[in-house]
Nanobody
């Protein structure tokens, strides 16, 4: 069983930056592919970014490419999402997710474990 706890976020002005963190309880954190998803009110949960077990490979949604960066620190059992040049449309609850295996999947159904989410609100 893996427990994920997100932190960071809050209220940010458009054009600003913030960093989300996700701490994992997993003993073998480096064996999990890690991802960030987000869900805005009235919308489905959508893929944001995913990172390989070693951190050497990443994939991003088109909407965040060039603005967001996913990274991980395996000795600290933590994955991060650096969010720059924020837009109002980035407002959502952001979720951290983990999956067994090695493929960098975009679909939420491919993930085995989820955090409780953290709110990011981007103001004008």
């Amino acid at each position: 069983q893996v427990q994920l706890v997100e932190s960071g976020g809050g209220l940010v002005q458009a054009g600003g930056s913030t960093r989300l963190s996700c701490a994992a309880s997993a003993r073998a954190f480096s064996t999990y592919v890690m991802a960030w998803f987000r869900q805005a009110p009235g919308k489905e949960r959508e893929f944001v970014a995913v990172i390989s077990r070693s951190g050497g490979s990443t994939v991003y949604a088109d909407s965040v490419t060039g603005r967001f960066t996913i990274s991980r620190d395996n000795p600290k059992n933590t994955v991060y999402l650096q969010m720059n040049s924020l837009k109002q449309e980035d407002t959502a609850v952001y979720y951290c997710a983990a999956r067994n295996g090695f493929q960098l999947q975009r679909g939420p159904l491919e993930y085995d474990y989820w955090g409780q989410g953290t709110q990011v609100t981007v103001s004008a």
